[in-house]
């Protein structure tokens, strides 16, 4: 099967590409309600997210400062939405 890669849209600030890279990773979501970004709080999307990062970093960025940017960006959000009470965040 042919496998076409799709470049992934322009992003105005490092931070917003790393935000990007974690939702297509599935590292972090959105909530739905409120739309605070939430750490999904799964390895897996978290190192895929690390692999894009280092493999296809935006231009004029190096691999490494790539991944510092994901990494800072899952430094600074939670696993809840602080806006949300805490028995709905448990059926999401």
Do not use: K, Y
Not at 51 to 73: F, K, L
């Amino acid at each position: 099967m042919l496998m076409t890669s799709e470049r992934r849209p322009t992003t105005r600030t490092l931070r917003g590409w790393a935000i990007h890279v974690l939702q297509e990773a599935g590292a972090i979501r959105e909530c739905e309600e409120h739309g605070w970004m939430q750490d999904r709080a799964d390895p897996h999307a978290r190192e895929q997210a690390f692999e894009i990062a280092r493999r296809d970093p935006p231009a004029d960025v190096s691999p490494e400062a790539a991944a510092a940017a994901v990494r800072d960006v899952l430094n600074s959000i939670g696993d809840t939405c602080p806006e949300c009470p805490p028995d709905e965040e448990d059926r999401r």
